[in-house]
């Protein structure tokens, strides 16, 4: 197989950094770190005021990437708190003067793409993660934490707990206070609060930390991927002060650089949080890292970590549906012959694989603005959903699910609603086909009883989609049902959907 040679630049709030991998064996040539960038107060990724500074590092970059003649350039970055508009200032910004096109990546994405990396790469992940494992994984505006359940992701929680968050507030706490240390302490188990009912049932459990990097330096040897840390570690009365003014005594043999100074405090109180709920029987570091990720998934194409990924969407879906009191059985059924329709029809919509996904995690989530009330259910879905991002999915994929769901029932899509004339023009037509599909499927089990058992499609020269249904029962309801939505589809597609019943 022939060798080739791709970069990686990946920009953060607090560094841009450059890895250049040989691949398809992913050996790694050279990484480089820039001097630290300065995170904000208002909103921490700030990139527009450390431009010309991230200009520069790349600039370097390039000519290193030059030097190892470099065949890709892949070029990412965390969203972070970024809002859309400004996120779209910068990276016009940055390929004015860089060349380069960035990818912005929320955090979810990134979670998941570490989150694979730790499943494929870490040896002993199978072995730690065989009764219960908990994934802490430390950022800068959050904390995230996911549930692993007999080898297999099951749910996720992302919690306020960012390093740079709770420095932030330590600073703010000490202009009006002498002592914040009780305020952090209870600031932090506020917000552990919500989940602590879940996270003390779990027995023989692991916690597995990320994103750590003194702790990872202090226990993790060269060359290693992992370390057991005492369970006694985080269980020492450290205050903010004698953990950010004494961290060389306290961290003896670790080097710390400036940069994680001000973190280390807040990394540690919100593990030590952590561990006194989940109570591990074992305590592990990882210094797999986020560019790990991005190089191990996106960056290469790793195919078996977009195929754990997917899976991980379908789970934070499904429990998304199961915590709102979904009707399984209609679920399955809707998702069942809703991808059999989007297959049939791919000719005609000419939409790929991931928008395939999307429409199955549509067809998993569209029902449970129920919970709220049956009337304008949708309506409901929709807001639950864009308050609720799913691991491993963009804030545009998830802005999809979102709007597929509002009109999945009565509401069509059209320039009358405002929620479909604000979208972007290249979403606009995608959630149109995809929410004729569900529409047309849903109809199909509106008594909520399963009677159709198999459906066949056959397109007709004069423009009609007849889909024969066998079915187990009468279909009075569902065909009454189909009438009313099956309209948005001809708006659509321009193919009349016609519904011939089959007896058994």
């Not at 450390?50 to 590092?57: C, F, L």
């Not at 730790?118 to 996911?146: I, P, Q």
């Not at 600073?171 to 602590?196: H, M, V, W």
């Not at 997917?310 to 009191?325: N, P, V």
Request: glycine content about 4%.
């Amino acid at each position: 197989m022939n060798k080739s040679i791709t970069a990686v630049i990946f920009l953060e709030p607090d560094q841009v950094c450059l890895r250049i991998l040989e691949l398809p064996s992913q050996k790694v040539l050279d990484d480089v770190h820039s001097s630290p960038l300065m995170v904000g107060t208002d909103k921490i990724a700030n990139y527009a005021e450390n431009m010309p500074a991230i200009v520069n590092n790349i600039a370097g970059f390039k000519q290193l990437t030059k030097d190892y003649q470099v065949d890709k350039i892949a070029f990412y970055g965390a969203l972070e708190d970024l809002d859309s508009v400004t996120a779209q200032y910068v990276a016009d910004q940055l390929e004015v003067r860089t060349d380069l096109k960035i990818k912005w990546l929320n955090n979810s994405q990134l979670m998941a793409q570490t989150t694979s990396c730790v499943v494929t790469k870490l040896d002993r992940f199978a072995e730690l993660s065989k009764h219960c494992l908990y994934l802490v994984s430390l950022g800068l505006n959050t904390m995230t934490l996911a549930f692993f359940h007999h080898g297999n992701f099951e749910t996720l929680w992302e919690l306020d707990l960012g390093s740079e968050r709770i420095s932030q507030l330590v600073e703010r706490l000490r202009q009006t206070t002498t002592n914040p240390q009780e305020i952090i302490q209870d600031y932090i188990n506020s917000k552990f609060g919500y989940i602590a009912p879940e996270l003390t049932q779990k027995k023989k459990t692991v916690l597995l930390v990320q994103n750590a990097q003194t702790i990872g330096r202090r226990f993790i040897k060269q060359g290693e991927r992992l370390a057991e840390v005492p369970t006694d570690f985080f269980k020492q009365k450290f205050t903010m002060e004698s953990l950010q003014n004494r961290a060389s005594e306290i961290w003896s043999d670790t080097p710390i650089e400036d940069r994680h100074r001000a973190w280390l405090a807040p990394n540690y109180l919100v593990v030590s949080r952590a561990q006194e709920l989940i109570n591990p029987m074992n305590v592990f570091v990882t210094n797999i890292s986020v560019m790990d990720g991005l190089t191990n998934g996106i960056a290469v194409r790793n195919e078996q970590s977009q195929k754990q990924i997917d899976d991980m969407i379908r789970t934070s879906a499904d429990d998304l549906a199961q915590r709102y009191g979904i009707d399984t059985k209609h679920m399955e059924f809707v998702s069942k012959l809703a991808l059999q329709l989007f297959d049939q029809l791919q000719p005609i919509h000419r939409l790929g694989d991931h928008e395939r996904l999307l429409l199955e995690i549509a067809t998993k989530v569209d029902d449970i603005g129920n919970f709220i009330n049956q009337r304008g259910h949708y309506r409901h879905s929709a807001y639950i959903l864009r308050a609720n991002p799913m691991i491993g999915l963009s804030d545009e994929d998830n802005r999809i699910i979102a709007e597929v769901a509002r009109y999945h029932s009565t509401e069509s899509p059209t320039a009358m609603q405002a929620h479909y004339r604000h979208l972007d023009d290249d979403i606009q037509l995608t959630i149109a086909k995809l929410a004729a599909i569900l529409r047309v499927v849903d109809a199909l089990d509106d008594s909520r009883q399963q009677k159709i058992k198999k459906i066949d499609l056959k397109l007709t020269d004069d423009g009609k989609l007849k889909i024969r249904a066998t079915a187990t029962d009468d279909l009075v309801l569902e065909k009454w049902s189909f009438g009313l939505k099956a309209s948005l589809f001809k708006d659509v597609y321009g193919i009349e959907p016609i519904l011939v019943e089959r007896g058994d």
